[in-house]
């Protein structure tokens, strides 16, 4: 079935870096804008980041614009988020999520990966 | 940016009872409303789509509605299995996509 699987989360000071990665099985990965949400513990869903097919389209939440940066690895059906300058309020699940037509409707979502900035 | 705003940001009913979320976008959205469902511990699934089009394999006691600015989220037979928070999120104007607040939903 289609799957999305996130990983690298941890514990990272702030000021530091980290890079999740999102696995994704049992669709044609290729075709499909993807997107990074995250959630603050006990808050809402912020959107973060989403990448085109061809990864000619990006964009940024104004919150990570110039600290973040998400690629794709069609090759290895691969989504991933490259976290720099890491701050306390970056602290969040991460979850990525397929944009399922091309029209900001997201679905699937991954299980998420927790991120935790602190010193 | 649209803002969305969703209330009540909480509230308990009963099972049985009919049950309704207003999502207010602070400009016009068109139908561009999505409803996500998120469970304890879980990752938000997909409810409503387009304002009013039920996503598949989401059971019939979930209905959306509205156009423009105001839009609702009802359960018309509350369950205990939908405890739950629901969002709301606009696609109308990208980017920044953005998301309500969240309604969490508790069985009394």
Known sequence: QEQLVESGGGLVKPGGSLRLSCAASGFSFS?????WIRQA???????????????G???????????????????????????????????AVYYCARDSGGNYLFDPWGQGTLVTVSS | DIQMTQSPSSLSASVGDRVTITCRASQYISNYL????????KAPKVLI???????????????????????NLTISSLQPE????????QSYTTPPLTFGGGTK???K
């Open chain 2, 82 to 89: 939908d405890l739950a928070t629901y969002y709301c999120q």
């Open chain 1, 41 to 55: 513990p006990g808050k809402g869903l912020e959107w973060v980041s989403y990448i085109s097919g061809t990864s």
């Open chain 2, 49 to 71: 789509h387009a304002a009013s089009s039920l996503q598949s394999g989401v059971p019939s006691r979930f209905s959306g509605s509205g156009s423009g600015t105001d839009f």
């Open chain 1, 57 to 91: 389209y990006i964009h940024y939440a104004d919150s990570v614009k110039g600290r973040f940066t998400i690629s794709r690895d069609d090759a290895k059906n691969s989504l991933y988020l490259q976290m720099n300058s890491l701050r306390a309020e970056d602290t």
């Open chain 2, 105 to 107: 939903v508790e069985i």
């Open chain 1, 31 to 35: 075709g499909y804008f993807m997107t």
């Open chain 2, 34 to 41: 999505n409803w996500y469902q998120q469970k304890p511990g």
